[in-house]
C-alpha cells in the first residue's frame, strides 16, 4: 500500500480543533500527494505517522513547552512537558525519558486501530524492567516512529511519573518534578518555547496500514499484553 493510500485509508480520521471547511476539500489528487509527500520543514522532519493541515495552520518545528494537566475527578493539577523533536532523534529521546522512571515500569499501549470516528483502546502491562522494555522497543522502533494509530505512555505509579509517545509522535511528561526530563531535552538541544504549538493543536490526517496493525499484534506478543 502506497503512502498517499495510507494517508485516504484513515481519512475518517482527520481532526480539526475548529468547525472550519477541511483545507484538504477540492484538492486535487496530485496536490494531495505532494502535500503528504512532504516530510521536511526546515530543520524539523516528521515520521510518516501524520501530517499537517494542506494550508499549514501550523508548521511542525522542534522544542518543548510547560503546560498543566487537571484531573477531572480531584481536580488536582499535574505539571506537564510537551516536546516535539525530529525524526532523526525522537526515538532516542523517547527512551532516554524513560531514565528518571526507575529500574521497573508500566507499559500501556493506546492503539486506535479499530477505530473510524476517534477514541482509543489501552492495553496494560505491569511491572516490566526497563532494559528488556527498552530492547523491546528498539526492535520495533519504525512501527514506533511511523504507524499513526500506535501511541505508548510507560509510568511509575509508584513516583508517580509517566512518559507518553503518543500517535502524533509528541513527547509528553506528567509529574511533578519534571527536572530529569527537561535536562535530557536540554541533552538534545531541544529549546523551551513557551509559545510553541504542535500539530494536534490544528487540522491534520494519520498514516497507518495493515501491515503496521500486523507489526502492532507481535508487539503486543512480545510485552506480553492480551486484549
Known sequence: MGFLQRFLKNSGREEQTTAAPSSFQHLSDEDLEAHLGVARYGQFVLTDAVRPSYDLQIVPRAGYRHDMYQDRDSGVQIPVLMAAASRECVMDVFIDMLD????????????????????????????????????????????????????????????????????????????????????????????????????????????????????????????????
Open 100 to 227: 528518571p522512571l526507575g529500574d521497573q515500569v508500566d507499559v500501556v499501549l493506546e492503539t486506535s486501530h479499530d477505530r473510524t470516528s476517534g477514541g482509543h483502546d489501552d492495553l496494560y502491562r505491569e511491572h516490566i524492567d526497563l532494559p528488556v522494555l527498552k530492547s523491546i522497543l528498539y526492535d520495533f522502533e519504525d512501527l514506533l516512529l511511523d504507524d499513526g494509530c500506535l501511541g505508548i505512555a510507560v509510568l511509575n505509579p509508584r513516583i508517580p511519573l509517566e512518559v507518553q509517545f503518543d500517535e502524533h509522535k509528541l513527547l509528553i511528561m506528567y509529574g511533578q518534578e519534571l527536572d530529569g526530563f527537561e535536562n535530557v531535552l536540554s541533552d538534545y538541544n531541544l529549546r523551551c518555547q513557551e509559545d510553541l504549538r504542535f500539530i494536534t493543536e490544528a487540522e491534520h490526517v494519520h498514516s497507518s496500514s495493515d501491515h503496521h496493525f500486523e507489526e502492532f499484534e507481535q508487539l503486543k506478543y512480545r510485552l506480553g499484553i492480551d486484549d
